[in-house]
């Protein structure tokens, strides 16, 4: 069992950037990949960024590539999401989940425990 909890959104201009936190508790978390995902308004929740268990490989959505940084801290358990130059087709809900193996994939069905997610908005 891993129970997932977010923080870190919020209201910031287009430019600039903001950080998210994904706080785990549940002895599996280090031995798991997990992965940042968002739901906009009318869309399909989409693949953000991913990261292997010892954060060795990460993966990007074309749309945020260059732009933000996923990393983790397995000592902490904590998995963070660094987001720069924010534009606002980034606004929406940011959720962290925790894979089902070590490895990250972009599919949802691939990530059996969520966070409650966390609203960040830019505006223009």
């Known amino acids: 069992q891993v129970h997932l909890v977010e923080s870190g959104g919020g209201l910031v201009q287009a430019g600039g950037s903001l950080r998210l936190d994904c706080a785990a508790s549940?002895?599996?978390?280090?031995?798991?990949?997990m992965g940042w995902f968002r739901q906009a308004p009318g869309k399909e929740r989409e693949f953000v960024a991913g990261?292997?268990?010892?954060?060795?490989?990460?993966g990007y959505a074309d749309s945020v590539k260059g732009r933000f940084t996923i990393t983790r801290d397995n000592a902490k358990n904590t998995v963070y999401l660094q987001m720069n130059s924010l534009k606002p087709e980034d606004t929406a809900v940011y959720y962290c989940?925790?894979?089902?193996?070590?490895?990250?994939?972009?599919?949802?069905?691939?990530?059996?425990?969520w966070g409650q997610g966390t609203q960040v908005t830019v505006s223009s």
């Open positions: 990261i292997s268990w010892n954060g060795v490989s990460t």
């Open positions: 989940a925790a894979a089902r193996l070590s490895g990250w994939l972009r599919l949802t069905r691939e990530y059996n425990y």
């Open positions: 549940g002895r599996t978390f280090s031995t798991n990949g």
